[in-house]
């Protein structure tokens, strides 16, 4: 089967559009206080809490609470949205001021104390809560839940047929593939999902598809979904068969035998033409589908795993030269791999326990070469408290070994696997393992790490590898799925589940540079992984406790009110809401931008 050309709109790949190249979320923060200071003589203080994105020295603000009267335990009702990027580390500062003017003019305001932490701490922990501390005492504290916005998450997944669809060929039949088009406010359409193409026929049966309803119509059940049925020819120029036209609201609703007529605009209406064949639904299921998001909320943890490459092809430590030299004006390769992959995930690991091990060393006392070892020197316990741990386990061991080798990797990737295995046993979402390998070269075990690789495919973990050094790593790109599935014989992997990139790449980017590439495909693998094995959260997802009803504006009610306006009307109100929305999005961001035109100097 073959795959049609990439239009312009979507890339090539079977399936239709691959996913972006990072996962970006929209959340709203909601934020309270407790036993904030009284700063009023004859009232109590009027608190608002302003939001602060921290970069280096400087802060900017991104949004502002509304201020409350005459409170020292607020909960405030305008939530802050954030763009929230797995892959970063995302630091924000949580100000709360005591307003004494109308204006909230902040420059006026007497400061009652602050909170900085990372987004990634926020909406790991459900519900965060953190003392409020100004000129190094604590006055009160701040809690902050984080809710994704974009509604309940589903998939699609169904296999179609289609049944005497027109001939297009001259000297064959018609080479029929479908494409899937969400509508847009403007009333053009743009493309969501492709099937493969079917050579040569006009009953073709396509393979089973699976497509995420955010991608599809932004899980709107009225949005209109078209789905046209082409003939593929090799210069690109397909031919239309015909379409038809559906809803997420339809989908949710047929059943298997369900038939929709192909219809070709340019013969509709044409005396005889009665339609350009059929579309057959031969199974269908829309099932719901959990975030990466709402995993970790629910209480889902990343492990984090490390392994080091002490090999002797990385040069003597005590050489300027070698890529494990400690005594440089700036950390080695490794240091900087571990620390920037590192200060990401340990944001999602509660007990900040981190195994760490090393492979191709010789060990005393016996000095026999050991494929794997515990960097603090404990088999029992390799564990390591927090990054400084596993980095003070590193160069601690460093000055203990002695570099040798082969590079075997297998080893520890198959321990790893076995973690894996023992936490899939809990028939829960409740663990996922991250290994993190350094190596300066191409691996000696490369068939053998090819199996073992194979095999953790079918388990809840990741693998990033880091080439260090000036290596040729053309061999470990064939590690990395993204273009073929990883296979050796008749074995072949289950998912892509490894992110291979030389260090070197990254040589003159920040730390942050190499983590967002190295991460970017993780949120997807974790919840792909446990959706398909239809495993929900562990727990409870946090939901933002509602503010008390004398807080509530009437423009709450009014939208209230308009959404079952829109629920009642079919199609067109749909939009109407869905314009309504996008204008009220624009409303504040122009309303961002008058804030931050008297607020977002960098200080």
Known sequence: ??????????????????????????????????????????????PICVVYSLEGNRRREIGRTERISDSLNPKFQKQITVDYRFEEVQKLGFYVFDIDDGNNDINKADFLGKCDCNLGQIVSAGNFKQPLSHDGRNFGSIAIQAQEQGGIQKSIKMT????????????GKSDPFLEFHRQLLDGSYALAHRTEVIKNTLNPKWKP????????????????????????????????????????????????????EVENPKKKGKRGYRNSGEIVVEQISVEREYTFLEYIQGGCLLNFVVGIDFTGSNGDPRDPSSLHYLGGSSPNQYTQAITAVGNVIQDYDSDQLYPAFGFGARLPPTWQVSHQFSLNGNPQDPNCQGIPGILGAYHQCINSVQLYGPTNASPIIGNVAKMAR???????????????LITDGILTDMDQTIHMIIEASELPMSIIIIGVGNADFDDMERLDGDDEVLSIGTRKAKRDIVQFVPFRDFKNATPARLAACVLDELPGQVSDYFNSKGMEPPGDIPQAEPPPSYYRSTSMSMSSRRGSIASQTGYQPSRQGSIASQQGFMASRQGSVVSRSANSRLI
């Open 1 to 46: 089967m073959q795959q049609p050309p990439p239009y312009a709109c979507a890339p090539p790949g079977p399936g239709g559009p691959p996913p972006p190249a990072a996962m970006v979320s929209k959340v709203d923060l909601t934020i309270s206080c407790e036993g904030l200071k009284d700063l009023d003589v004859f009232s109590k203080s009027d």
């Open 160 to 171: 179609l047929r289609g049944v005497k669809l027109d001939k297009k060929d001259f000297f």
């Open 209 to 260: 598809m699976k497509i995420n309803t955010r991608r599809l119509c932004d899980n709107n059940p009225d949005t209109v979904i078209k789905v046209q049925c082409h003939d593929w020819d090799s210069d690109g120029t397909h031919d239309l068969i015909g379409e038809f036209y559906t809803t997420l609201a339809e989908f949710e609703q047929i059943r298997p035998g369900k038939t929709f």
């Open 422 to 436: 023992e936490a899939l046993h809990q028939q829960q979402a409740k663990d996922y393992y991250i290994l993190l």
